[in-house]
């Protein structure tokens, strides 16, 4: 199975103007985590509607995961004045196509966010998005470069650690793609995430970024709760990510309320 070239040519695109409860906001300490993982694991988490968007690794196919931590930074409305947030998060999600539009894009398992906003959109949306404690300790050198990140989260649902470090001699690794661009298109930019909420219901939102410049990293430490309870990746294995890569900050825009898809 060859995996097809992606270029970002092809998905970057102006930014759809903001409107109603449309927000910005910029995300520090984005880090991507990424596990590749057996898809039979999958099996009862993902609808039919999409399908696992593998890859062949080490001789196996395999489906690819990502934790994403970071910061929200001047949380706000992208419309009107409003008061400005940060707070922690933590995102889980499995990169899919939808086989309905064969739009790449995501499955998020869920959230973790630091702020008592989180009850927004788990009780006007129903969104799968729960209550944590989140703390970040990172410092960076004078080029950038991560010399400490460390991030703990205390949640009753994911909770997690993880201590990443970054140097000037850490290579991209992307086997199961045909070139480095391709990989950082399939990792950074799916602009459409789905999932269930919890009322079951799939449902659906969108996002618009710039292409992101993010560097590849180490991981030192991890133990991801969520991940060895719902028997994805295993503690031990969680030792062992298939790339992570760290961006010091970016900016995010968020097409609200989401979608019910039914």
Known sequence: MNFPNLKFQDYLHLRPEPKGLDVVCKLQ??????????PARFKDIIPARFKLDTIQYQGQEKALMS???FIDVDFTSAVYPFPKFQMGQTNYRIYVIDQETQQRCVWFLG??????????????????WHKAVISFDCQ??????YQKYHMTTQCEWASSEIQLIQSSEDV??????????????????PLAGFYHRR???LGTYRVWHDRLQPRPAKLHHARFELLARMNLVSFEDQLQPYSVLIEPVNEFTIYLPPTVLG
Request: proline share 7%.
């Open 172 to 189: 991209w690794q992307f086997e199961g793609f045909p070139d480095l661009e391709t990989y950082r298109v399939y990792l950074t930019h």
């Open 199 to 201: 009322d079951g219901k």
């Open 29 to 38: 300490h984005f880090a991507l985590i990424t596990y590749a993982i057996d």
């Open 67 to 69: 934790v994403v931590p």
């Open 140 to 145: 960076q050198d004078e080029q950038g470069l």
């Open 111 to 128: 959230t973790t966010l630091d702020s008592w906003t989180v009850f927004v959109p788990r009780i006007a949306w129903i969104l799968p």
